[in-house]
């Protein structure tokens, strides 16, 4: 069947900034087409000759894509493909002299060179095929979404703010209350306010007076300023409360946008992981298919920007990512990067490029991801199985009482007659949900149990707790909540109450350990022996 053309994304120009709507094209990076010409002598760019590189090669050994065993049920099959040679490859300083595709080269005298600042070509190219067609199945709604590599998500998000937001023009943004600091930090250095939307274990929450609806609708521009048109939110893994959202509040959410006219930044660096949704090692169909989807998926207008990242599934220190969205936007988000970054790093593109590209392919990395999702999922369960056990204590009350004492016919005491009154009580010292998604588990502790609480002081307590866990005898760090409140006020009223673990920075044993000692030191902290 043909395809059925799609249409083209709604005019958004208006949301852009001052600053985005002066961005002019570069004249010199405009040229850079040309001189990918074979055989034109490039007397335009102020580029080094790469004879004066000096890297001749750039070589690596890595994983397999079905490096990481798995516990789920395995077939035949899979055991049979799970053979595990380590992939080396070398990146030459030079193509290939009878090279048959010139274009999917990859070699350093191009990567390490002034490039397109779009990213380089073959890596490009091969993100874009993943994201429309495998990661985001075919189904995003509008023609021709854009693609532009960044240097990770803080980037891409501070740089769609550049080119979205204007504090003069009283732009603020809507955050899950409990948010991703870099991203609150990003906006409320520019004088951006934040607008704190409530959370649940899902994600952002649709009702109520706190909700998305109930915040837009009792909106009064006379009295509370512009309306906002951005909303940022991480819709997988939620950073730090770890929920998940699903298609039906997506599509709640995604309405209210399209009736407000606003602009959701989807901030996904956990889209992969996704939890309790695999019985058995999935095909790569299955995996991708079984994920929640993204607001993409359903972005019939073109108001949904997304930001990817390697970070989670290569290395934060490759600083590379990428945006998919409104061509528009995109655009100038490639202006600006035009006169700040350039292009991410020729090295890391390169490096990820080989192995995506020419030693995994695109089956080798969905794979890879599929099987990495699996060793966070054994890591969440280890940590959730601990704090499940930790997390309450029986209290037992012992109390003497004097009854009559029982004397047979000779005199004997039978019963002495003390008897004691055991009294059971079973105190909760926290709670948490197990998370949808991510690397974290959101802990709200229950720090008014404390015989020394009264009523004012809970703030102390949380940060005595905190030093406790942190000394010498339990050595467990974990993050205190003030550092997720969307603004100084959730901050104040509510985010201290909890602690964020991570259960993706440690060894497997070092976790158990550490969940443990977390547990038992916050029973030790309250003086409550069972
Ligand atoms: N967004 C969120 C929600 C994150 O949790 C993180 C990393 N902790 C980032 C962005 C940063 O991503 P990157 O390394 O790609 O800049």
New binding site residues.
Partial sequence: LPAVPRPKPIDISHHLSPLARRFKQSKLHSLYKYGAIPGMANLAGGMPHPSFFPFDTLSATALTPNHFTTTLHTTFLQLLVSIKKPSHFTIPKFPPPNSSDPSTDIYLARALQYGPCEGLPVLLEFIKDFAVNYQHQGKIPYDSPSVIM????????NKALEVLADPYRGDKILMEKFA?K??VNTAACRGIDVVPVDVDKEGMVVEGDDGLQGILESWDVRRDGPRPHLLYT?TMGQ?PTAGVLSVKRRRQIYALCQKYDIIILE?D??WFLQYDRFTEVPDNDTFLSTLVPSYITIDTDGRVLR?D????TMA?GC?L?WIIGHPTIVDRILRLSELTTQMPSGATQALVAKLLVHTWSMSGWITWLSLLRHQYESRMNTLCISLEAGKTVTMIHLKNIRLKEIVDQDGNVIDSGKYSLVHKAVKELYEFERPMGG?FVWVRVYFEIHRLYDGMNGREIMKALWEYLTGEELRCLVCPGQAFGATDEIEEREAWKYFRLCFAAVEETELKRASVAFGNGVKEFFELQE
């Fill in positions: 960044t240097s990770g998500n803080t980037d891409g998000f991703y870099g991203a991480v950073n901030d660096p956990y930001f990242t390697f970070s989670k934060p600083r990512g690397m």
